[in-house]
């Protein structure tokens, strides 16, 4: 019987050995499907409300570079120290040009049937120059493409739901329909995560919305017209969604209004 158990024992180690070794055959089988099926499966898309560490993988690298290199700049023309600090005070700058004799006079509580297209031009360079250094009217100028122009009334592709929109040809539509109503302390708005105490302050900010398209359109026209991580949502995907959160310190891109008295 001893003999029997002590020939035993090396069957049973080499039947142990075997099934790890099938064990981890199996494993790897399985690690590869998986593999191949992620490779199979689709992409990830953009979704509404992605955070920017998700999106910003959405974005290729070779657009992901231009556009690093393009904020670089930005910054480089701004000569901020302290973003939320310089942010902060150019927001108050842009008002406060924007109220002067030079700046278009501008009341923060306007009557938009009395808006001309000089006040929201004026406004419109204003924000480019604060937050853009000019870099955007010198690269209009040297690509030859028409001057930015920026129009109250009513938008043709859509009189109602924008706040405004901006066309191929540089020009801004302000929708004068979405203007009507005040904007005060008691009743501010939420533009893309900045809180608006003036309708003034809420068309500055939406310019700067206008202006990060207006980016990509006139630096990166490829982008504009074929860009996966530009076009989705309206064009309002990853790219956009970058620009506009680097360069206003936007969040989404979309207005609330928090009580909506009249």
Not at 56 to 65: F, G, K, V, Y
């Amino acid at each position: 019987m001893a003999r029997v158990a002590a020939n035993r024992v090396p069957i049973i180690v080499m039947g142990t050995i075997a099934a790890a070794s099938a064990l981890v055959a199996w494993l790897q089988e399985l690690r590869r499907s998986r593999d191949d099926n992620d490779e199979a499966s689709e992409p990830p898309c953009y979704v509404r409300g992605m955070r920017e560490r998700d999106y910003i993988r959405l974005i290729p690298s070779d657009e992901l570079q231009l556009v690093k290199a393009l904020l670089s700049r930005v910054y480089k023309a701004r000569g901020w120290r302290n973003e939320e600090e310089s942010r902060a005070h150019a927001w108050s700058r842009v008002l406060a040009t924007a109220q002067s004799s030079d700046g278009g006079a501008w009341q923060l509580d306007f009557d938009m049937d009395k808006v001309n297209p000089v006040q929201l031009t004026l406004l419109c360079a204003a924000v480019e120059k604060c937050f853009l250094g000019g870099l955007l009217t010198h690269q209009i100028r040297s690509v030859r493409r028409p001057p930015l122009k920026v129009l109250p009334g009513e938008d043709p592709r859509d009189p109602y739901s924008w706040l405004s929109g901006l066309h191929d040809d540089n020009t801004i539509f302000v929708n004068a329909n979405r203007w009507r109503e005040s904007i005060s302390a008691e009743n501010p708005m939420n533009f893309e995560g900045a809180l608006c105490t003036s309708k003034l302050e809420a068309l500055a900010h939406t310019l700067g919305h206008e202006l990060v398209h207006a980016v990509v359109l006139n630096f990166f026209p490829a982008m504009d017209a074929a860009s996966a991580a530009y076009l989705p949502d309206d064009k309002h995907g990853p790219i956009f969604m970058l620009l506009n959160k680097r360069l206003f310190g936007h969040v989404g891109h979309a207005s609330q209004r928090l009580f909506n008295v009249r």
